[in-house]
């Protein structure tokens, strides 16, 4: 066996001893590409052809020994730049190139392109680092069926090669391992179906007038993102769509920056309450996206966590993050607030300025007795910890009577207004101000 392979710079020791404790095997060079023969397995049976292009070395040779540890998989090539990934695909016909984001001669976005192109059964898996997201997401809607980053567990790895040509995958029995760091992508068609969202700017948002009944003003607007295709699905189609491909965050930037175009349209005392996921909110991207110029203009919004027992107190606890974003002037809501202890919880953990009815409740608090007390005992709640409620798409004059009764302070719907768009927002005169609320006393009220 042969010793260790050199340390490059940039590669962990982990990764180096992992590499140095495989056979590598010989390889020749040609203008950037190293061919290897493989040897024909003793079935006879060939396998999914994989090659793989990246100008790290080490990258390719760790690779390289995963692929020849799959029976099912044959390792047909390497390449260390763009020009290299488009020979080995032309001259080798993969079913599976993975090709780095990142490459001398074009990147891997020419190299996507020309192998698309020029090979078009071969499926491009983009291998990208944390930096590289927009990259990745150009990839994606230039053909590449899927994308790991770098370094992903094998088992993961190993499965994207299979569902990229929709073959299934079972892990075989051996040793868990670990190459190169979050999660892969589900190869399928969703994934350029989101990139394509993303990057064509067909994310768009409308805007729901929330009304405060103490003055009978508009006080902000509740964003509902919408993605502009036919045929029409739900913002929640597309959330699912954009996490299990791993593209969760740009979707939900890309929403988010839809929404804060409507700040230019609307008085500065108003704000735009946007519900984001908690792993979004995490991240330094998304957080760098709300400036302190128009922070103290946001409501982050978040629904009930379902508690496991699998759960960190990380993955539930979003507080640490959430302070910071505070100190900038950002509020937080806590949404669909109903009845049992996912409510309760997100009450408490988050300490919400502004707690949000579910909407079943707000439907039927005027002719259902138990909706009628979850609603008086959620708006109680909310009032322990400080949240002003919310009240989402009241219709009826038989609803706002109830709601009044129990509490609520604010209320959106149709009683208000319908959705209004962008262009809408900066008519003259304004068409969210409403006319028909006046202000609301409940001490002059009793007193009548």
């Known amino acids: 066996m042969s010793g260790p392979a050199p340390h490059p710079a940039g590669c962990t020791r982990a990764r180096t001893s992992w590499v140095s404790a495989v056979p590598v095997p010989k390889r020749r060079r040609r203008q950037g590409v190293s061919i290897v023969l493989p040897t024909e397995r003793a079935d006879g049976s060939v396998g999914i052809r994989v090659a793989v292009a990246d100008d790290e070395e080490t990258v390719v040779d760790v690779l390289r020994s995963l692929i020849g540890s799959d029976p099912t998989l044959r390792f047909v090539g390497a390449a260390n730049d763009a020009e290299g990934a488009i020979d080995v695909a032309v001259r080798e016909r993969p079913d599976v190139m993975l090709v780095d984001v990142r490459m001398p001669g074009g990147g891997g976005l020419r190299a996507v392109r020309e192998i698309t192109k020029r090979c078009p059964p071969t499926k491009v898996v983009a291998l990208s680092a944390h930096e590289d997201s927009n990259t990745v997401i150009r990839m994606i809607s230039a053909g590449a069926r899927a994308y790991v980053r770098k370094a992903e567990s094998t088992e993961k790895i190993l499965r994207t090669i299979h569902r990229a040509v929709d073959e299934p995958w079972s892990a075989p029995p051996a040793p ?218 009241v219709a009826s004059d038989d609803q706002l009577e109830e709601l009044l009764g129990l509490g609520v302070g604010m209320i959106q719907g149709p009683i208000v207004s319908d959705p209004l768009t962008v262009t809408e927002l900066g008519g003259k005169p304004p068409t969210w101000m409403p006319t028909r609320f006046k202000p609301h006393d409940p001490d002059t009220e009793s007193r009548e």
Not at 195 to 212: N, Q
Not at 281 to 290: E, N, Y
Not at 342 to 360: G, K, N, Y
């Open 176 to 393: 868990h391992l670990t190459l190169i760091s979050p999660p892969l992508s589900v190869s399928d068609e969703r994934a350029p179906r989101v990139a394509r969202a993303i990057l064509d700017g067909e994310i768009t948002a409308e805007f729901d007038p929330i009304v405060d009944l103490g003055t009978g003003r508009t006080i902000g607007f509740d964003v509902r993102p919408r993605v502009a295709t036919l045929p029409h699905r739900s913002y929640d189609s597309w959330l699912a769509d954009a996490e299990a491909t791993d593209l969760l965050l740009d979707f939900e930037l890309g929403a988010f920056r839809a929404a804060t175009r409507a700040l230019r349209e609307i008085p500065p005392e108003l704000f735009l309450e946007f519900e984001v996921s908690p792993a979004t909110v995490r991240t330094a991207r998304f957080r760098r996206a709300i400036n302190r110029s128009i922070a103290d203009r946001i409501v982050l919004g978040f629904s009930p966590l379902v508690l496991a027992d699998d759960l960190t107190p990380a993955e539930v606890n979003l507080g640490e993050t959430l302070a910071t974003l505070r100190e900038r002037g950002v509020r937080v809501s806590a949404r669909d607030i109903g009845p049992g202890l996912p409510s309760l919880r997100q009450l408490l953990s988050i300490s919400p300025e502004f707690a949000r009815l579910d909407h079943t409740l707000t439907r039927s608090v005027s002719d259902s007795f138990s909706n009628h007390a979850i609603v008086a005992s959620a708006t109680a709640c909310a009032a322990e910890v400080g949240a002003k409620v919310i009240a989402a798409d």
